[in-house]
T-cell receptor, first 111, second 114 residues
Framework: KQEVTQIPAALSVPEGENLVLNCSFTDSAIYNLQWFRQDPGKGLTSLLLIQSSQREQTSGRLNASLDKSSGRSTLYIAASQPGDSATYLCAVEAAGNKLTFGGGTRVLVKP | NAGVTQTPKFRILKIGQSMTLQCTQD?????MYWYRQDPGMGLKLIYYSVGAGITDKGEVPNGYNVSRSTTEDFPLRLELAAPSQTSVYFCASSSTAQHSYEQYFGPGTRLTVT
């Protein structure tokens, strides 16, 4: 059974610092990995999707890497801003177009 | 486009009551999903559908039922509400492109069972 873990569960950084969020999964036979952002009381917004054949994806200040063989992905957010404060979730698709989610990392960027 | 819409936003149920959570998408997506999110946890898949008339169980289906009579709608039914079903429920949809899609989420329904 696929298990997805995100460590740390919470993270607080001063504005301007780079953020590094970690995601690990137990079964390397995945089709893709997706990073989401969730604001309090809101739904999920997809940030980046990395196909299993890719090593990384970039969008603006966001960069996500994928090491399928070691079961790890890292989301980097450069030059953090208070508006980046949110919970970040990673999810993997292993089979059948179904996602398995990690527990999330709650991020606070202090002005 | 409205994307994925869910109603109601909030609901309080008494133990043993029943209700239906509504989900509609206007993106002509074939795939639709229901998740629940407990406090401080990730999302767990309840049921999913790959097209009208086709549904299947996810990781935590007990206590729930679904139907998919149209492409747009995917309601989730709770027949006998229990305190363990207190959670936030999210509906999502995706296109038919296999393994290269993104899932689009609704804003969620916050349900409390007392």
């Amino acid at each position: 059974k696929q298990e997805v873990t995100q460590i740390p569960a919470a993270l607080s950084v001063p504005e301007g610092e780079n953020l590094v969020l970690n995601c690990s999964f137990t079964d390397s036979a995945i089709y893709n990995l997706q990073w989401f952002r969730q604001d309090p009381g809101k739904g999920l917004t997809s940030l980046l999707l990395i196909q299993s054949s890719q090593r990384e994806q970039t969008s603006g200040r966001l960069n996500a890497s994928l090491d399928k063989s070691s079961g790890r992905s890292t989301l980097y957010i450069a030059a953090s801003q208070p508006g980046d404060s949110a919970t970040y979730l990673c999810a993997v698709e292993a089979a059948g177009n179904k996602l398995t989610f990690g527990g999330g990392t709650r991020v606070l960027v202090k002005p | 486009n409205a994307g994925v819409t869910q109603t109601p936003k909030f609901r309080i149920l008494k133990i043993g009551q029943s209700m239906t959570l509504q989900c509609t998408q206007d993106m002509n997506h074939n795939y639709m999903y229901w998740y629940r999110q407990d406090p401080g946890m990730g999302l767990k898949l309840i049921y999913y559908s790959v097209g009208a008339g086709i549904t299947d169980k996810g990781e935590v289906p007990n206590g729930y039922n679904v139907s998919r009579s149209t492409t747009e709608d995917f309601p989730l039914r709770l027949e006998l509400a229990a305190p363990s079903q207190t959670s936030v429920y999210f509906c999502a949809s995706s296109s038919t492109a296999q393994h290269s899609y993104e899932q689009y989420f609704g804003p969620g329904t916050r349900l409390t069972v007392t």
